[in-house]
């Protein structure tokens, strides 16, 4: 049995202002994404180039913070902040929803590619792996901030976090780190290092993460304000998940059926 460390979830503070961890995390995930796109930017296939990667950068932030913030309030906590509106932008107390940041996403590499005159898929599966960085630093953060706990449990590295009682508990957000972030990343940018039909990666990465997400859901315990939504452990996360896995085959198989593999010769953005 393990305990949590109890760690302070800021992690600076200079006079009236306060450096929270999982700010800091979110820092974490834009510069890692910015640093490998750049890598990634190189290969003959990529859509961008490297020098683009802060524009693109600025577009994808903005798409998951407003994104993952909305989503959060229209997914799972309206109610809260229809009486504390204030809640709204007090992102350091966490409450960000991956589904909510995924569409920001989406939206925000749309217009993207509007601007630069690429296709949509193709970006798509650019940014694809370099979101990974981002969603496994953001479970950190819930770690640091002692939330989105498991269930209870015997296993050898249950986790005591005392504000919750002497039970030892799923440390589920380190389970997502190691599917969503690790795992995840390997997978995606192993099969993106060579050309693959367009829409491939965006494909696995949505089956992947929802089939992840669902898993991990049965050591999560559901939020308070909602509980299970049937059967006594179906919750909100696995019914968002199931169109990201239903979305995901489909564009697996649309894929391999076209067969579009780029070729570097055109596509990338300034052309």
Not at 95 to 106: D, E, R, T
Not at 163 to 185: A, D, I, K, M, N
Request: glycine content about 12%; hydrophobic content about 50%.
């Amino acid at each position: 049995m393990l305990t949590y460390p109890d760690i302070d979830p800021v992690a600076l503070q200079l006079g009236p202002l306060a450096i929270h961890w999982y700010g800091l995390m979110y820092g974490v995930g834009f510069l890692g994404g910015w640093w490998l796109g750049r890598v990634a930017a190189r290969r003959p296939w990529s859509p961008v180039r490297p020098a683009q990667m802060e524009d693109l950068l600025i577009y994808v932030a903005f798409g998951v913070i407003a994104g993952g913030r909305i989503g959060y309030i229209l997914f799972y906590d309206m109610g809260q902040v229809l009486n504390d509106p204030l809640r709204l932008i007090r992102l350091w107390q966490g409450g960000m929803s991956f589904h909510g940041g995924l569409l920001g996403v989406l939206l925000a590499c749309w217009l993207y590619c509007r601007k630069h005159g690429i296709d949509y898929f193709r970006l798509m599966d650019f940014v694809a792996p370099l979101v990974t960085i981002g969603l496994g630093a953001g479970r950190i953060g819930n770690f640091i901030n002692g939330e989105l706990w498991g269930k209870v449990t015997s296993v050898p590295w249950g986790m005591v976090y005392p504000p919750l009682g002497p039970e030892p508990r799923h440390p589920s957000q380190l389970y997502q780190f190691l599917l969503e972030g690790v795992v995840l990343f390997v997978v995606l940018w192993l099969f993106s290092r060579k050309p693959r039909p367009t829409m491939a990666v965006s494909g696995l990465f949505l089956t992947l993460y929802g089939v992840f997400r669902f898993f991990v859901e049965f050591f999560r315990m559901p939020d308070a304000h909602i509980g299970y939504l049937a059967f006594d452990w179906f919750t909100m996360g696995q019914l968002l998940t199931l169109p990201m896995i239903a979305l995901g085959v489909l564009l697996l198989a649309l894929a391999y059926r076209r067969n579009d593999v780029p070729d570097g010769k055109a596509g990338r953005a300034g052309k």
